[in-house]
Each structure stands twice: as C-alpha cells, then as structure tokens.
C-alpha cells in the first residue's frame, strides 16, 4: 500500500460520514442474541420476531453437523451404531448442551456414557471411550482397563509424567489369560 493510504482513509470518512442510528441497549441485544443460541442449540422457545420453521431447520441441521463431528473422532461408535447413529445421537444431544470444553470428542464421551448406562455400548467402542476418557482427562497419571471383543482382550491404558499415554491389548483365551510368546512380565516382549 502506499504510504498515504492513512490520509485518503480520512478523507473518504469526511466525505462519507459513518452513519449513526438510534443508541444500542447492549445488555437487551445480548439478552436477545442469548435467546436465539438458546432456541438453535438448547431447544429453547423460539423469540418473538424469527420465523418459527426456519429457527427449528437451523437447529436441526447444527444438531446433524456435530453428529457428523463425534461420528468422525468416533468411528467405532459411528460404526456400531450404523444408520441410526445419527437419530440416536441427535436425541440424546437435545437433553444436553454440549460440552464447554473438550469438542466432538467431549461430546461423544457422553453420549457413549449414556449408552453405557442404558447397556447399548459395544465392547469396542468401550475402548474407545476408555481412551477418549484418557485423552481429555486432566490428571496427569490415569489407568484404564475394558473388555473388548471378538475377539475378547482387555484393553489397558496408561497416561503418566515422561511416558506419555500408551496402551496395549491382551487377547484373554477361554476364560484364562493368553500371554503371547516371548513375553516377560513386567517387561514386555
């Protein structure tokens, strides 16, 4: 840009002034922007001045969007659940906001929580809360143990100072451990 551009900015302003409308109520604007994120995102009452049907198809389509969000960071889930997932997850996110920290992945944990307490949460995608709990914990020590299968194993997960997270899988036989060839305890292969 040229160096004068400061300049020809004022001029423009004095030949076209800002416009100045009547004085803003900033505290009523905000009251009523509150109101619509309410009635998009948290199913709340429509305010007065919006069309009824257009507020309920944005709120429908934002509720599919962060559906599609946890479907992608939870594709066993999403997988498990096949083509309900959607549906199943839309209803279970009108009884809820979503979370304020933590995005798809916070979001997904508790619908999976929610399906846990219900009994509808797979063996595999309890490993895969088990490890999304990990992730978004802000301890800095954590253990996880699930169940997974077919074929049956116990997931374990460790977050820890300097090691990181990490996480193994141990194939469980007939009712007993099978520890794979060249295991030492303790040690690892």
Avoid: C
């Amino acid at each position: 840009m040229s160096p004068r551009w400061p300049i020809q900015l004022k001029r423009d302003r004095r030949r076209h002034p800002l416009r100045v409308g009547p004085p803003v109520n900033r505290e009523r604007l905000a009251g009523q922007q509150a109101d619509l994120v309410r009635a998009l995102v948290g199913g709340g009452p429509v305010p007065g001045g919006f069309d009824p049907e257009r507020v309920r198809a944005t709120s429908a389509a934002l509720a599919r969007k962060r559906a599609r969000a946890v479907a992608r960071v939870w594709p066993v889930l999403a997988a498990d659940l096949g083509e309900g997932f959607t549906g199943r997850f839309v209803a279970d996110a009108a009884r809820r906001p979503a979370p304020a920290r933590g995005g798809a992945l916070a979001d997904g944990l508790a619908f999976a929580r929610a399906l846990a307490r219900q009994g509808r949460l797979s063996p595999n995608a309890r490993v895969e809360a088990m490890l999304a709990a990990a992730t978004l914990s802000s301890r800095p020590a954590r253990l996880g143990l699930a169940l997974a299968g077919p074929p049956r194993r116990l997931v374990v997960t460790v977050r820890a100072p300097g090691l990181g997270e990490r996480w193994m899988t141990v194939p469980l036989g007939e009712g007993r451990i099978a520890v794979p060839r060249g295991y030492i305890p303790g040690i690892g292969p």
